[in-house]
């Protein structure tokens, strides 16, 4: 599986666009980016997904780099209920299981 | 809809207890997941199962955690003899089948073992 490299923590002001950028120059052409949240004490929740476009949904905005090395989720309003670790994953197709780094601590600030 | 239930929510145990976990996916889903997530860490898959058959169960340490779904349904994960380093959260998910479905997760069990 490729390997996603994302930034330990992140701090953002309420209202405020998060940009939280992940990193994933070995990813090859059948792989999906995925990107999953935790709230504190509770389990992952899904946010988006995408292979090659840009993808929108209610939660967030997913930009993927024409070369696909890299991609940023847009949390375009952040409130202080986005705060959560952040997970980037990069999933081959057909793959069912999650394979989890450590993720970007997001901190929004009032 | 209700969510995936898990039970207990806490559990503090000492080392060489057994341990059992027990999770409700959600109705419909006929795959369900373990994953185990130690402290600062992501979450790694321990076993998945489709209904009742296992489909990897790779990292599992087969010599002291079992699991099981009877009937295709609820699942238990079972930890015996416990160690130390067994300290963590204990997440369920379940999915429609299919690669595509998302995962949706419960709450968790967090195991403290002295």
């Known amino acids: 599986d490729a390997k996603t490299t994302q930034p330990t923590s992140m701090d953002c002001a309420e209202g405020r666009a998060a940009n939280l950028p992940c990193n994933h120059s070995t990813i090859s052409g059948n792989e999906y980016v995925y990107w999953y949240r935790q709230i504190h004490s509770q389990g992952p929740q899904y946010i988006i997904h995408?292979?090659?476009n840009n993808e929108t949904n209610e939660m967030a905005s997913l930009i993927i780099t024409e070369d696909r090395k890299s991609s940023t989720l847009i949390l375009p309003h952040a409130t202080l209920r986005d705060t959560a670790v952040y997970y980037c994953?990069?999933?081959?197709?057909?793959?069912?299981?999650?394979?989890f780094g450590q993720g970007t601590r997001l901190t929004i600030n009032p | 809809e209700a969510g995936v239930a898990q039970s207990p929510r806490y559990k503090i145990i000492e080392k060489r207890q057994s341990v059992a976990f027990w999770c409700n996916p959600i109705s419909g889903h006929a795959t369900l997941y373990w994953y185990q997530q130690i402290l600062g860490q992501g979450p790694k898959l321990l076993i998945q199962f489709q209904n009742n058959g296992v489909v990897d169960d790779s990292q599992l340490p087969k010599d002291r955690f079992s699991a099981e779904r009877l009937k295709g349904v609820d699942s238990t994960l079972k930890i015996q003899p416990a160690k130390l380093e067994d300290s963590a959260v204990y997440l369920c998910?379940?999915?429609?089948?299919?690669?595509?479905?998302?995962?949706?997760f419960g709450p968790g069990t967090r195991l403290l073992v002295l």
């Open positions: 998910a379940s999915s429609k089948v299919g690669w595509r479905e998302t995962q949706y």
């Open positions: 994953i990069v999933r081959p197709q057909g793959a069912q299981k999650l394979v």
């Open positions: 995408g292979l090659k």
